[in-house]
């Protein structure tokens, strides 16, 4: 695990895979995420910020919801329950949020922004003031599970549209995987990558992960998994 300061009130936590956030307002911080092998995110967040600190997560898959046990409830989205509660087999209570809503830390408002295709109940989050956009998995440049019952590559390819509106709202993205940050542009090089595999005028090559057989897809700028 490293903790990297990314500015004066915000972090970025690497577990192994995976990374997740901490944002602080003046009022409260928000841990975007809690991992996948650490089970202390909170009481890794406490020894940064001396604030109340409340969990969001961009959705349910396990390597984001590490440390959920530690918090009495989390903000989700609600079309996420199916995959937190019956593929995960994960337990607690969250706040549902939707597309739109305003969570506001004091000083520093983040709009939720939903985005499903990698799960149903996928969000991003935009930090408003920052022009930072929490991506989640959806916006990376390394391997793209749309492996599934949850994954569905039409939904994806529609998030990724919308995101396309609010570009002139960020200059950075900050995934849950890959490289960070990357560059705006990388959504609409996901659309036309994704976009090809659909039409199958990407070919695939046959992996197996964790015994697990699959396609891999190179688009140049990601690799999706996929069962197809």
Same mark, same amino acid.
């Given at each position: 695990?490293?903790?990297?300061?990314?500015?004066?009130? =915000?972090? &970025?936590?690497?577990?192994? =895979?995976?990374?997740?956030?901490?944002?602080?307002?003046?009022?409260?911080?928000?841990?975007?995420?809690?991992?996948?092998?650490?089970?202390?995110?909170?009481?890794?967040? /406490? /020894?940064?910020?001396?604030?109340?600190?409340?969990?969001?997560?961009?959705?349910?898959?396990?390597?984001?919801?590490?440390?959920?046990?530690?918090?009495?409830? +989390?903000?989700? =989205?609600?079309?996420?329950?199916?995959?937190? #509660?019956?593929?995960?087999? %994960?337990?607690? =209570?969250?706040?549902?949020?939707?597309?739109?809503?305003?969570?506001?830390?004091?000083?520093?408002?983040?709009?939720?922004?939903?985005?499903?295709?990698?799960? @149903?109940?996928?969000?991003?989050?935009?930090?408003?003031?920052? &022009? *930072?956009?929490?991506?989640?998995?959806?916006? /990376?440049?390394?391997?793209?599970?749309? +492996?599934?019952? /949850?994954?569905?590559?039409?939904?994806?390819?529609?998030?990724?549209? %919308?995101?396309?509106?609010?570009?002139? &709202?960020?200059?950075?993205?900050?995934?849950?995987?890959?490289? *960070? @940050?990357? &560059?705006?542009?990388?959504?609409?090089?996901? #659309?036309?990558?994704?976009?090809?595999?659909?039409?199958?005028?990407?070919?695939?090559?046959?992996?197996?992960?964790?015994?697990?057989?699959?396609?891999?897809?190179?688009?140049?700028?990601?690799?999706?998994?996929?069962?197809?």
């Amino acid at each position: 695990m490293d903790i990297v300061k990314m500015s004066m009130n =915000s972090w &970025r936590i690497e577990d192994e =895979s995976v990374r997740f956030f901490l944002l602080a307002g003046d009022e409260k911080a928000l841990l975007i995420d809690s991992g996948m092998t650490v089970h202390n995110a909170k009481e890794i967040a /406490q /020894q940064l910020v001396s604030l109340p600190i409340e969990l969001l997560n961009t959705h349910g898959d396990i390597d984001h919801v590490g440390s959920n046990g530690e918090f009495e409830k +989390f903000y989700m =989205s609600p079309a996420e329950a199916s995959n937190y #509660y019956h593929t995960q087999k %994960k337990t607690g =209570s969250f706040i549902p949020v939707e597309n739109g809503d305003i969570l506001d830390l004091g000083n520093r408002k983040l709009e939720i922004i939903h985005i499903p295709g990698h799960t @149903p109940g996928s969000i991003a989050v935009l930090d408003i003031d920052n &022009r *930072i956009l929490y991506g989640g998995d959806t916006v /990376q440049d390394g391997a793209i599970f749309m +492996f599934g019952v /949850q994954r569905e590559f039409h939904a994806y390819m529609h998030s990724l549209k %919308k995101l396309e509106k609010y570009r002139e &709202r960020f200059d950075e993205v900050y995934p849950s995987h890959g490289s *960070i @940050p990357v &560059r705006p542009e990388l959504i609409s090089q996901l #659309y036309e990558g994704a976009g090809n595999i659909l039409e199958g005028a990407t070919t695939g090559v046959d992996i197996e992960f964790h015994g697990i057989p699959l396609k891999q897809y190179d688009v140049g700028c990601a690799k999706f998994l996929c069962d197809f």
